[in-house]
């Protein structure tokens, strides 16, 4: 120590803190070394037995650590080396190694360094020493025997919980295989609460590395005694893990989804410890071959991080197991409801057929009545004529109803057919219309004035595109009048006495397409209406089904067309308007 300038390097056993302080000669030797400059770092083993000793070390060097089994002694300054592998407690060396080689000095230098930087500080082993506190460490495991038996301590000294994830279900039946299993029984005996994360296996081939030669489960309770040899035979995984599941009953035993599937085992003992595998082949048959390196850590805040983790894939897969619940009991209900659709619905056809047959005698006959009696009625019994003319004109509405049913249940069954044809578009607007003033003549509703107006644009001479003033369009001429009366019916409904309604004809020959539109005064559309304008029973009349503008659109879209509607811009009322393909010229 009379040679020291800069430094002194020294580590002792757990003995030689007693010797330091209690010698007066190096407890001296230590003091000079600090003040002609020198620097002291020391590492020693700190335990119950030498505290005090230590905490007196602490005050004679600049920095003092701590080191786990350190044996004998050795210290290096900057020409000398000087080891023992003796030390008495409270007592003088005895026998020294001693060199001023420079290799020596090296070479004991870098032992003292490597040492050092594994070692912790003093302050830090004093407090857990006197608070009773576990020192918290990282630790890498690389044998797996060594880990696993950690694993079966840490197992063994939970108090509260248990969680564990596994990386796949063939790693749980390894670890079963591995003893696990009767760890888990004695931890569920005691109270502990046991959660068991298990990726779903889905492969559906056997697996005869599964079964090692003395059963994938270690029990002497085992109810068949050919247990073991079946175990031999393939089986498959997840009838494994459900087995296993019946010896732990009392455990929370999650199957999770595949995704969960990893190369990591985790467990967490009462959110204080935990211990992380990696899984190198679950094929093997030996548990201790399939798992590689592992780490464990007593530091809190590591273990709650993977139990939220491990808790969080807990939740996931209850939501997931909801779900699919949900989801099955939604297609269920879907199917009931789809079977109730095709009884409604083949109920209303046979019903609308069935009212449709009565309905044409009552009808043909009224109009036959009136049509040869109507003068002598006038003059003899206009009551009757009257009676007449409400029975008609009830028959024509039920007829109507009847024939929108059949074709709201062909739409919604995927049944409606149509019939195309070449049709002069100008001919059927013209014809639905004489039909219209016609009855408007004979009857003493709305008495409104219909006007037809025909629109043309290009940018196209007339004779390269094929426009004139006959306009063919490819379509089911019927339903078409079909279309066109709806619109017209709805406007007279909803125009006041002696309105005028537009028809309009609009040929677009860019777009090789033609837009027909009815024009009233009236009312315009309802807001609340709006949204839903085209959907089923959607109404604001008393008297109408809310069927008409689905079935037109429906016809129209099944036709290549489509169909929209909006309140006049200028002036109140509204323009239901609907589009259909022009006819290519050959």
Known sequence: MNNVKDRMDIFFDKEAPSIVIDVKEYRTGYNNIRKRGGRIRAFTEITRENLQHCKE???????????????????ISETEYMATTVLQESAPLTEVIYSNVREVVEQGQYIFDTLWSTATPAEQKIKELEEGVERQVIQVITDTHTSISRAFDLISSARNEILVMFASAKTFLLAADAYTLNHYQKALQRGINLTILVPVYEDSKKDTNLASNEGYVHDDDDDDPDDKHNNNRSVNVNEQVNKIRKKIQNANLIVTDKSSNTKITIMVIDNSKSMIWELKDDTLKDPYQA???????????????????????????????????????????????????????EFINIAAHELRTPIQPILGLSEIALARNEKMLDRDDPQLKETLEVISRNAKRLHRLTDDILDVTRIDSKILKLNKESVVIDEVIDNVIDDFRNKIDHTSENQVRLVKMIKSHSNKPKHDTGSS??????????????????????????????????????????????????????????????????????????HGTGLGLYICKNLVEAQGGRIWAQDNKNGPGATFSFSLPIAIPN
């Open 57 to 75: 070390l602490i005050k004679l060097v600049d920095e003092l650590r701590h080191l786990d089994g350190v044996r004998g002694g050795l210290a």
């Open 291 to 345: 798992g590689g390196i592992a780490t464990y850590s007593n530091i809190p805040s590591v273990a709650s991080s993977y139990a939220s983790i491990i808790q969080i894939i807990r939740k996931q897969t209850g939501l997931y197991e909801q779900l699919k619940d949900s989801k099955e009991r939604l297609e269920m209900l879907n199917k009931q409801l789809e079977s109730h659709n095709i009884i409604q619905q």
């Open 469 to 542: 003033s006959v306009t063919k369009l490819i379509c089911d001429k019927n339903r078409t009048i079909q279309i066109i009366s709806n619109l017209i019916s709805n406007a007279i409904k909803f125009s006041s006495n002696n309105g005028i309604i537009t028809i309009s004809k609009e040929v677009n020959v860019d777009n090789r397409s033609i837009v027909i539109s009815v024009i009233d005064r009236g009312s315009g559309i309802d807001p609340d209406i709006f949204p839903r304008l085209f959907s089923k029973f959607s109404t604001r009349s008393n």
